[in-house]
């Protein structure tokens, strides 16, 4: 082989690799956004669903703020939390704008979506939610807090702490007084952290 038949080889072959290179790159770019898919996060039976750690400590950190009013701790709920885990990345990814708050869902999933509006009228859209997505029988009650950057615990449970509407359903104080949670569900994701509270006892224990 001559010496500019061997530079003409050893450029084909760079270039054949080149492209190699790139569609296995590609291909990997696909599955990691396959794998990002919204469904992938949550398990098909949401009594197998698991919270992340921070989850875990929002958790932690409601119960030990409830312990310090004196009240008891609240099962942590696989039904809610599923429901709540949906409810973050919907939120994350369809953000609420207008009077649309934070109790809103998208039109993007399997559920009824909602503009949900500071006078309450759409509360039914939340009631539902859990009867709409899990077998949990009862109605669920959600409070939200938004973020301009990333969401934690800390930061989340402060925020319900320092509003009297949303502190109250957590102590169960004001009109929330007589009643008591039996379920729990907790979600953290991007800008937006959810709490998910029930009356009723999540079949996923039977």
Request: aromatic share 10%.
């Amino acid at each position: 082989m001559t010496l500019r038949s061997w530079a003409r080889f050893l450029a084909a072959t760079i270039l054949l690799l080149g492209a190699v290179a790139c569609s296995t790159l590609d291909s990997g770019l696909g599955a990691a956004k396959a794998a990002e898919k919204p469904e992938s996060f949550q398990p098909a039976n949401p009594c197998d669903t698991l919270v992340s750690g921070g989850e875990q400590r929002l958790y932690r950190l409601l119960m030990e703020y409830r312990r310090s009013k004196g009240l008891p701790p609240i099962p942590l709920s696989p039904s809610l939390s599923f429901v709540a885990r949906a409810h973050v990345r919907d939120l994350q990814g369809h953000p609420p704008s207008g009077k649309c708050n934070g109790h809103s869902w998208s039109a993007d999933g399997p559920w009824t979506p909602c503009c949900y509006t500071d006078d309450q009228a759409r509360a039914q859209c939340m009631w539902d939610k859990p009867r709409e997505l899990t077998r949990y029988p009862g109605n669920g009650y959600e409070i939200s807090a938004w973020y301009s950057a990333q969401q934690d615990p800390e930061t989340a449970l402060s925020s319900w702490k320092a509003s009297p509407l949303h502190n109250a359903v957590i102590v169960n104080s004001g009109v929330w007084a007589r009643i008591r949670w039996k379920a729990v569900g907790v979600g953290i994701y991007g800008s937006y952290a959810v709490v998910w509270f029930g009356e009723e006892d999540d079949p996923c224990f039977e």
